[in-house]
């Protein structure tokens, strides 16, 4: 346990504090760190619950209780563990979810930007980690045990009748083998209690509980009969475990163990040895990673030994009907089962299986199978000689079928398909997932792409924790692109088009992180034509590499990267080098320093035109896009002064700048120097009324929390913004090609000019005071700027759940804030209040909820945006969501939206959506689709109304209901379960 002299040190990217009772809580998200002395742990998130003064501890102790989850991290990171010893010797832990207990009377530092807000709703991670639920772990290391092989041994054997009443048996003794034949009959059931694996690692031995086996008949071969427990016998049992026992039972049989069920005709099985032979068998027995059960189904089952199967006229499904809609053939299947017990990964206790009550186990079925015939509805659809497999998803060959037609694509018949079962690939790399697309497109041709994934915690035996995706995929193309209104016919650049990414995250010894990328894309229309959500919504493909380090209140990270794609406009670095100092504390914490300074060498390459007329003819280079190049350094400081005058907290800082680019717009170096001085407040409020009761309105109690914030600051800067290239741009790809047809379409504007500044997307960045931050995601932006800043955030809290079990939550949200500026003129176009903005949200029930916010500058032809919308939801059942968005500015826009899940029966789902603008645009587009709930697998027929694209389009999708991740089967933002989960449906 950590020295509770010491302080609790706490990092995160991303940090909201509320309190939960008698606790505050603290969630924490990326890059977490919880630091006591020599004690170090690391996260992706947590949470903290901080009891300052519980009743049972001496005053001044503070108990904070930790989870982590996430790529956990325990140890003694300074190089010694508690023995003192050193390099390799220390102690560690690496786990998924951990929790702890740490005490402290030096208190807590947070090292993040901690806001003082529930967040709504709440991250699951809270609810995981709340106090009552689970006991609390003592953070213990321990040395590497040495690792022996498991060994099974079994202690006893009961024969019990079945169904109740009396067995009836006889015996009979054979001298030739000295052993004993029991004879049963009227049905009987044999348990096999004790069954126990020795040398688990960091376990010793384990009880995995018993097998039980029912049948009509039974015949038992013994050579010391006293261990059987026979009723009406001499109970027995022996140190060393159960004697030689054979059994062979007939007549309606089940066979138990776990989880895994085989029901048969005739049963041979050798209890000690742990092998027999089926006939006419049904096996059902539990995957990894899927919540029902495989069933196999064969003419000869046998069982080599604990982990060996092999199966003769074999037939393999996930359906739980007796005649399934879909199943693999085989000639011969061999099955080898990998079984390891199941550990809470918080307390380190086995896990009990809430059905059978026993210890519960994990299974990993690796299979392989010669003549393969996959029948669907009783028809055989495709055939393959080999096949090998892990089972970890119990589909066979086809991952997804998706039948689609538009006037864009055409007729689409889109077939994913499982790689490592096509080439026999037994064991597949651990924690990853290989597919290959084939793809019919009838307007457009062929198309082939693979897709892989991994997630690790090793790296070609490195334990370096790894994740990260390559996704390839091209098209010979002999179509045209339909991209909106005016670009309903584009002839695309290129006839072979496609895309490769790569994306690669590796967690390196000393707190290193190394990210890779690589984005190659064959031409500028091609993700927006192809791949339109990643378009819109994903961060741009790039091709770079990025070594970081975290430690503790700062960081550094080294960068190099390539622009690959000539369509974009991108800098490279050659490299760059930054480092971060995060509220590194001063003369006994009196003040705060963080700093960011970079240096690197950066070539910003602008996009090249569009070959095709259409497009060219809405191209031209923003304000800021310039060939240029050379070094650019810069360093920023801020100091500032937290101060407590009674409930308010003052801070005056101080913020300086000095940066250097080899060139500018113009193509000249460039010295900026840059100065802001301010002060920043905050003054909670807080009233609580627990008298409040409405049973409308779910309200137990009323509390009105309050929090008024302020900034009032004077920039100057010594060269104009408007002189510098954004080596750091403002924004992604997408929205960069969108401001160039902005500049025609709104302005109709002539090549070579620009847009106003009003609509600048770096004045709009300056008057946000984006210069205003240390860690600026763009360097360029910084200008003169005077300007006080307001806000009230607001919550009104009550409590709702069950007795003992209540919860605290956010009733109504209503945060304001507005922006003053004394030099309007030059600061705000003539208008002294502008980036006025609200959020309102009144959450009338746990599944009604009205929602609205605004943005407003007030200068003419600003842009003013209002919306409204209400949700309503009930999990499992459906959902409802109808909102309405009015933007007004250079551009007018008035659009009715809605959408709707419903499960209308247990077998159908309806989903539909619509959106339109009462504006010059007038109808956007309809959606509405049907959703089949099969057995084993959900079949979606919709229809899709693209207007902008005079495009209407035909969807028709396959998807089982037994993949890991399932994406038609969503009600009410509740998943539906796989086949068989439930058991039969």
């Known amino acids: 346990m950590a020295d509770v002299g010491q302080p609790i040190r706490v990092w995160a990217r991303r940090a909201m504090q509320w309190n939960e009772g008698s606790y505050q809580v603290v969630w924490l ?51 010694t563990d508690q023995a003192g010893g050193t390099g390799s010797a220390r102690q560690r832990l690496v786990d998924t979810v951990w929790r702890g207990r740490l005490y402290t009377r030096a208190g807590l530092e947070f090292v993040a930007a901690v806001i003082p807000e529930r967040p709504n709703p709440l991250p699951p991670q809270v609810e995981r980690s709340w106090p009552g639920s689970v006991a609390v772990r003592q953070a213990a290391f321990q040395q590497p045990a040495e690792q022996g092989a498991p060994r ?3 202690q006893r054997v009961r024969i019990l009748p079945r169904g109740g009443g009396d067995l009836q048996f006889d015996t009979f003794h054979n001298p030739q083998r000295n052993e004993t034949i029991l004879v049963a009959t009227n049905g ?45 016998g001499t109970a027995g049992g ?24 085989i029901y048969a005709d005739r049963l041979y099985y050798n209890v000690q040895a742990e092998r027999g032979v089926v006939l006419r068998a049904e096996m059902l027995t539990p995957v990894k990673d899927y919540e029902g059960l495989l069933r196999l189904k064969a003419d000869i089952l046998q069982q080599l030994d ?38 809470d990964p918080i307390t380190g206790a086995p896990l009990v299986d809430p059905v059978t009550g026993e210890v519960d186990v994990e299974h990993s079925l690796l299979a392989t199978s010669r003549n393969n015939f996959l029948y669907v509805g009783g028809v055989p659809v495709f055939a393959w000689p080999f096949l090998a497999t892990d089972l970890r998803k119990p589909s066979f060959y086809v991952d997804n079928l998706r039948i689609k037609n538009d006037s864009v694509f055409g007729t689409q018949v889109l077939v994913d398909l499982d790689t490592y079962q096509l080439l026999g690939i037994e064991r597949p790399w651990e924690g990853t997932d290989w597919t290959i697309s084939t793809d019919v497109l009838s ?130 670095w050659l490299p760059r080098f930054d480092h971060f100092l995060y509220g590194h504390a001063l003369f006994g914490d009196r003040l705060t320093w963080n700093a960011h300074t970079t240096v690197g060498y950066g070539h910003l390459r602008t996009a090249v035109a569009p070959l095709n ?83 409308l309105f779910n309200l137990n109690g009323l509390a009105h929390k309050v929090l008024f914030e302020a ?38 504007g002539a090549p070579g000019g620009d847009v106003p500044l009003a609509f600048d997307e770096r004045i709009f960045a300056v008057r946000s005071n984006l210069a205003g931050w240390v860690t600026s995601p763009s360097l360029e932006i910084a200008e003169d700027l005077v300007a006080g800043r307001l806000a009230v955030r607001q919550r009104w809290q009550t409590k709702r759940g069950l007795p003992d079990r209540e919860r605290i939550v956010d009733w109504i949200t209503l945060d304001l804030a507005a922006t003053l500026f004394p030099d309007p003129n030059r600061d705000n176009f003539g208008e002294p209040v502008g980036l006025i903005n609200y959020d309102f949200r009144w959450h009338i029930g746990d599944r009604v909820a009205l929602l609205s916010d605004g943005f407003f500058d007030t200068f003419a032809d600003g842009l003013r945006t209002v919306s409204a919308a209400t949700l309503w939801s009930r999990p499992g059942v459906g959902q409802l969501y109808v909102g309405f968005r009015s933007i007004e500015g250079p551009i007018s826009s008035n659009i009715l939206s809605g959408a709707v899940s419903y499960r209308m029966s247990d077998k159908w789902i309806l989903t539909a959506g619509s959106s339109f603008d009462f504006g010059a645009t007038g109808n956007i587009g309809q959606s509405v689709a049907l959703t089949r709930i099969g057995e084993s697998a959900l079949i979606r027929l919709g229809v899709n109304v693209d207007n902008s694209r005079n495009n209407v389009g035909v969807v028709f999708g396959i998807e089982p209901r037994f993949l890991p991740s399932r994406r038609l089967g969503y009600v009410g933002g509740v998943q539906i379960p796989p086949a068989g989960a439930l058991g039969l449906e």
Request: proline share 6%.
């Open 188 to 232: 009987v059931t044999i348990v096999v209690e004790g069954v126990r694996v020795e040398n688990v690692p960091n376990l010793g031995g384990l009880d995995l509980g018993r097998i039980e086996l029912e049948a009509d008949n039974l015949v038992a071969w013994t050579t010391y009969l006293p261990s059987l427990n026979v009723p009406g």
């Open 152 to 154: 099974a041994s079994s």
């Open 443 to 572: 307007e457009r041709g062929p198309g082939l792409g693979t897709r892989f994934t991994y997630d690790r915690q090793d790296f070609f035996g490195h334990p370096t924790p790894v994740r990260g995706m390559l996704d390839a995929w091209g098209i010979f193309d002999s179509g045209v692109d339909n991209l909106g209104f005016d670009r309903r016919a584009l002839v695309p650049e290129e006839e072979f088009r496609g895309r490769l990414l790569w994306r690669h995250r590796q967690q390196l010894p000393y707190d290193l992180q190394l990210t890779a990328e690589t984005g190659l894309i064959s031409d500028r229309n091609f993700l927006e034509q192809y791949f339109e959500s990643e378009w819109d919504q994903s961060k741009d493909q790039t091709t770079g590499i990025e070594l970081k380090q975290f430690r503790g209140h700062h960081d550094w990270a080294l960068t190099a990267d390539v622009r690959l794609n000539d369509f974009f406009t991108q800098t490279e």
């Open 613 to 695: 007329p259409i497009d060219a003819a809405k191209f031209d280079p923003l304000a800021w896009e310039q060939d240029r190049e050379g070094l650019r350094a810069v360093t920023r400081q801020e100091l500032s002064w937290p101060l407590a005058l009674g409930p308010t907290k003052i801070v005056p800082y101080v913020l300086g700048e000095v940066g250097f680019w080899g060139e500018a717009l113009d193509g000249s170096e460039l010295t900026r120097l840059y100065g802001q001085t301010g002060v920043r407040a905050s003054l909670p409020l807080v009233r609580v009324d627990p008298g409040v009761r409405n049973p």
């Open 238 to 261: 022996l140190a060393g475990g159960v004697p030689p026992l054979e059994l062979y039972l007939e007549g309606n049989i089940v066979f138990r163990q776990g989880r895994r069920v």
């Open 711 to 748: 900034e009032v600051f004077y920039a100057d800067a010594s060269q104009d913004v408007t002189r510098l290239p954004l080596y750091d741009p403002l924004d992604d790809d997408s929205i960069e090609f969108f401001r160039r047809r902005f500049f025609f379409d709104t302005f109709g």
């Open 29 to 79: 998200e990326g890059n977490c760190r919880v630091e006591q002395g020599d004690f170090l742990g690391r996260a992706e998130r947590a949470v903290l619950w901080i009891d300052r003064s519980p009743d049972d501890q001496p005053s001044g102790l503070v108990k904070v209780l930790v989870y982590l989850e996430d790529g956990v991290e325990l140890g003694w990171d300074r190089g």
């Open 306 to 343: 604990r982990r060996n199967f092999a199966a003769y006229g074999a037939a393999v499904t996930s359906s739980r009907i007796g005649y399934p809609r879909y199943w693999v053939q085989s000639e011969q299947v061999t099955l080898q089962d990998e079984q390891r017990p199941r550990v």
